[in-house]
C-alpha cells in the first residue's frame, strides 16, 4: 500500500469526467487500497480517483468518525469503496451543511444537498450493492459521486461566497498551503493529461 499525492482544487484533472470501471484487476485493488489509505492518512472521510489523478468512477469513504460526533441515530458502515457508483434517488428535502475536500485544503463551507438518497454501486468484489442514506452518509457519497463528474463543492457555492474563498484558493493554487498529507504537484499532473 502507498499513500498516494492530492490533486488540488486548481488541476484540469479535476474538471474532467471519470471513465467506468470495466473490469476488476489488480490494479484496481490496488488503487483502492491506497485510496483508503491515503484518505485515513490525511484525516479525510471520502476520497475519489481522480483526486489521485485517476480518471476512474471509483471512491472510497469512511464516515463513522462523523456519526460518532452526531448526536442523531443513524447506522455505521465502516470503509466504504463504491466503483460507478449511480445515485437513483434523492429526497426533494434539502440540507445545508458544512464541506470540505481534500484537494481544497482549509477551506470550508455550507454547501446545500439532498437530505436523503439512494446510491447504486459495486463494491469492490463487484457485486452489486444499493444503500439508503441519510445525514453525513449521504453528503459524503454525493460529495464524491460529484468528484466522478468533475465537480468540486466549491460549484455549488453562490459567486458570492466563491469571491470570499478566493484569497484561500489562490494560496492553495500557488502551492503555499501547508498540509499534513502530500500534495501531487501539478506540472507532473498536467503532463499525464
Ligand atoms: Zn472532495
Not at 484540469?12 to 489488480?26: C, K, N, Y
Not at 464516515?63 to 434517488?89: H, T
Not at 457485486?127 to 466549491?154: I, M, N, S, T
Request: with cysteine; aromatic share 6%; glycine share 6%.
Amino acid at each position: 500500500m502507498a499513500i498516494l499525492p492530492i490533486v488540488t482544487y486548481d488541476d484540469d484533472i479535476l474538471r474532467e469526467e471519470a471513465q467506468p470501471v470495466t473490469e476488476d484487476s489488480e490494479e484496481l485493488q490496488a488503487l483502492v487500497d491506497d485510496m483508503f489509505e491515503t484518505m485515513y492518512n490525511a484525516d479525510g472521510v471520502g476520497l475519489a480517483a481522480p483526486q489521485v489523478g485517476k480518471l476512474l468512477r471509483v471512491f472510497v469513504a469512511d464516515v463513522d468518525p462523523m456519526i460518532e460526533q452526531d448526536e442523531r441515530d443513524i447506522p455505521k458502515y465502516g470503509p466504504l469503496a463504491m466503483i460507478n457508483p449511480e445515485i437513483v434517488e434523492t429526497s426533494a428535502e434539502e440540507l445545508e451543511m458544512e464541506e470540505g475536500c481534500l484537494s481544497i485544503p482549509g477551506v470550508n463551507a455550507a454547501v446545500k444537498r439532498a437530505a436523503r438518497i439512494k446510491v447504486r454501486y459495486l463494491d469492490r468484489d463487484f457485486k452489486e450493492q444499493e444503500l439508503d442514506l441519510d445525514g453525513w452518509p449521504a453528503r459524503v457519497v454525493q460529495h464524491e459521486k460529484d468528484h466522478l463528474d468533475g465537480v468540486l463543492f466549491l460549484e455549488h457555492l453562490s459567486f458570492f461566497k466563491q469571491k470570499l474563498l478566493s484569497a484561500k484558493l489562490n494560496e492553495i493554487a500557488k502551492g503555499q498551503k501547508e498540509t499534513e498529507y502530500p500534495l501531487a504537484p501539478k506540472t507532473q499532473l498536467r503532463e499525464k493529461g
